[in-house]
């Protein structure tokens, strides 16, 4: 995956066109390394929200879809992950299936 200095990717933040796409399976990497990123500098904070278990390639492919995974990207460099699902029964267990997607 070809990934630029944080730094860089901010200054061009404003000139830069996001483009959000569903992953393939050859993706899966990219979308876990965004998510381990992500985890190590909560970690590092003190606000510990992932594992490194649980944001593997092998843990989310147990968990979701390739379909539910989305890759955020700035001129073709992935910078987000996001996981789009149709309900989530941890967090709202009675929300009605149709109604609402959760991010």
């Known amino acids: 995956m070809q990934r630029t200095a944080k730094l860089d990717v901010w200054q061009r933040v404003e000139t830069a066109k996001m ?3 569903s992953i393939s399976f050859d993706q899966v990497d990219d979308f876990s390394s965004i998510l381990t990123e992500a ?3 909560l ?3 003190g606000k510990e929200m992932w594992t490194a278990q649980q944001v593997s ?3 989310l492919l147990s968990e979701y879809t390739t379909d539910e995974m989305f890759l955020g990207s700035l001129d073709g460099i992935p910078v ?3 996981i789009l699902q149709e309900e989530d ?3 709202w267990p009675s929300a009605p299936k149709g109604e609402s997607l959760f991010l």
């Open 19 to 21: 483009e959000v796409s």
């Open 39 to 41: 985890a190590d500098w």
């Open 43 to 45: 970690y590092g904070i």
């Open 57 to 59: 390639a092998r843990s």
């Open 80 to 82: 987000s992950s996001m």
């Open 89 to 91: 029964a941890l967090f």
